[in-house]
């Protein structure tokens, strides 16, 4: 007999990154990184667990959590086979209860705590397989990743079929790709030199050490002055040498005319991408951004769902789509926005960083490179090096490469004793902060 | 001194609706309306109180109340005099937390719950003002009324001396339309007739009684089944005649492709327009339909906030602007949204129903009447014959005219015996309902 998911537990977990400015940008000058985490109870011999958190950086991660306990009945009293043999139907159960959905609908709140323990049933269904994410997905035929998808509103611009097709031409190549990828890591590049609260002596060690320690990519935030901006610029490029790419990074800080004017003054410099130029939702926006000036565009850490993704592709308003492991709802929407990125030939190039957001993010990637687009050319997964000890699986960044998980599930799960010292408000970072407020 | 704001009560209202089918569609088949019921406590002589509220259809408004709840530092403690006295900049405030920004930006539960906050301090500022909200801003000068928008993202389309000019336009006449408005009140359409949920029979008595009451425009719920949504079109059509407008709805069903086959079969009927025919982020899709076939689009109770309005009008991708008094951030986002309507030359037709909809929603028509638009030409307010028995200042329509508030505030408030029954999940009504399960 299968076992049961006896339970959900959801516990809020927070940082107090804010106090170093790690994390810094123009429109987040004081983030607290924080998980609503998740985790599925079982009562299988062995203890199993599932795994799965969403990020946020403070205030409202309660919020979140909260949300996702309003989902535990979807997920609670079933056998673990009836959930992980059927991925497909949980994520669309999840993303479309029908009073829930008018909070959304598929966006904010209620989609990130759907994505969240879509991601810990995938946590759960990898640990029965006795295999990482990543090689759980790219062990499964391309019909059965087609079925992981919901197609409602995305066949104007992909349909099953053409799904099916994309994942076909890739299926030759899948054990050249997972050698190569056991051999070389999959690419990385680095964030850790440019929080915009660093001064310019941290943010030049820093740069340097980044190409010392191998990485061909750094990027630095920006948006908030100008003449700063350019006086970093310049100091990174002088540190880094002309052969690095310098990507830029604006958090959403400008509108259209601004963004043009911004980046054609640093242009000189030659910046890589500009990312977040505007408002996540402005597909029209970043076109015309796009088109009015030289640097390549890239978004996505904010996009809400796998509908707006279909139209920054079909506007041709990207040149780089970044997918976020915990802000769609979870493995299988991101399946879809690999699958559009491949149909219309646009790299992906996640983001990460966060709480957490390395570890889960890099399985989607190399399931990317083993079976979905094939290839890795032009494409990165961003790397910061914050909070990864917290992991009991952490990402191994060596030589400015990924080395593929091999422990089963979704590495996903954050150290006992660190819940239970950054629980928010109880756990004792906080109430050594928090004092008489509490 | 002027007094202050003590305390933010939230409170979770829940109607059991979904027993009667009222307000059933296509997606949503089982609303129980429900209210995030927000009240700004003062210790103003007299007992001052702001009231707001965001709608939801029941599960989910628990989260909604704790966002707003979550919200309520911006606000306590405040003096009445510095929050009404520039409620421009409590609405920055509200929906740019640097930290709670993170789970939108800008849409979803964190935007709802500002909205909700942000409507309950306007409530607040037009009883102090002794004039309904309407009215009070009907009274600003372009220039007071420009500045409470915000123009962030918006300014490749509406920039705030375009905003101005706009306004400054439409001054002349304001005292003439506010006669007209108070002689004739606004024009009103209804959606009681056409529930999915509804027995034929039921449709064609609701709809001649609509035309009996003197409504021109009647709305019917579409998307199930096509064989019925032609019967139900077909037999709407001979109940109300060939000059009854009849708008249908589709709460966001089809694809692109679906939706125009679809409409393409229903168009022999004459529908009025098609609302929301597809996704409501989805820009490229309203457009394709719109191109696609013969009957006009119309969407907005789910668009997220004014950056997708600005698109869906840059896009030419509606006909009809339906903006929801509780979804975005309130009163001066709808500002923004009627501004960008007027600058484009679409008629705002607003989506209302629900619970208080109607109530809040009839005084931002009427304000864009008086000096936004300046017009009432092919508008009309969606009017459901639905749970205002439960509010102190109900909406008023007669012969299919919403007749214009004249109690200071925003007719928000709910009657405190409606509140006592109705709380979730302890109040009287739902104590019965749950029995055992609490």
């Not at 994390?23 to 004081?30: K, L, V």
């Not at 992980?84 to 598929?106: A, I, K, N, V």
């Not at 002596?201 to 948006?223: R, S």
Request: hydrophobic letters at 40%; one cysteine or more.
């Amino acid at each position: 007999m299968s076992p049961t998911i006896t339970g959900v537990e959801v516990i809020d977990v927070r940082f107090p990154t804010s106090e170093k400015l790690d994390g810094s940008d123009a429109m987040n000058p004081d983030p607290d990184y924080s998980a609503a985490y998740v985790v599925l109870r079982t009562d299988a011999p062995g203890g199993l667990e599932g795994h799965g958190l969403c990020f946020t950086i403070g205030r409202g991660n309660d919020v979140v959590a909260a949300t996702i306990r309003s989902l535990r009945p979807y997920v609670e009293g079933r056998t673990v086979s009836s959930v992980t043999g059927d991925l497909g139907s949980l994520y669309r159960e999840l993303t479309h209860d029908s009073q829930l959905r008018w909070l959304g609908p598929e966006k904010g709140v209620v989609h990130m705590a759907a994505g969240a323990l879509v991601n810990a049933t995938w946590d759960l269904a990898a640990k029965e397989a006795g295999k990482p994410v990543w090689e759980l997905l790219a062990s499964m035929t391309p019909e059965e990743i087609a079925d992981l998808v919901d197609y409602r509103y995305l066949t104007d611009a992909l349909t099953r079929d053409e799904a099916v097709e994309i994942l076909r031409a890739a299926e030759p190549g899948r054990a050249e790709r997972t050698a190569r990828l056991r051999e070389q890591g999959y690419p990385a590049y680095t964030t850790s030199p440019g929080w915009l609260g660093y001064s310019d002596d941290k943010l030049v060690g820093l740069a340097k050490e980044a190409v010392a320690a191998g990485f061909t990519q750094i990027k630095l935030k920006v948006g908030g002055s100008l003449d700063d901006d350019i006086r970093r610029m310049r100091l990174a490029r002088e540190a880094v040498g002309p052969d690095v790419r310098i990507a830029v990074d604006a958090n959403q800080r400008w509108d259209v005319d601004t963004a043009i004017a911004w980046m054609t003054a640093l242009a000189p410099h030659e910046p890589y991408w500009i990312e977040e130029p505007t408002s996540p939702d402005d597909i029209l926006a970043h076109a015309a951004i796009r088109a009015g000036q030289p640097v390549k565009v890239a978004t996505g850490e904010h996009v809400a769902n796998r509908v707006v993704f279909k139209q920054l592709l079909q506007a041709e308003a990207v040149d780089f789509v970044q997918i976020d492991a915990a802000r769609v709802a979870g493995v299988n929407e991101n399946i879809a926005i690999l699958l559009l990125a491949a149909k219309f030939g646009v790299p992906v190039c996640p983001h990460a960083g966060g709480v957490g957001l390395c570890e889960l993010v890099q399985h989607l990637s190399m399931f990317d490179y083993v079976a979905v687009s094939g290839s890795w050319d032009g494409r990165a997964i961003e790397y910061v090096d914050h909070l990864h000890e917290h992991f009991t699986d952490p990402v191994v960044v060596e030589n400015a490469r990924y080395r593929p998980p091999s422990a089963p599930g979704f590495s996903a799960a954050i150290r006992p004793e660190s819940v239970a010292a950054h629980r928010y408000p109880e756990g004792p970072v906080w109430r050594a902060r928090l004092g008489g407020d509490q």
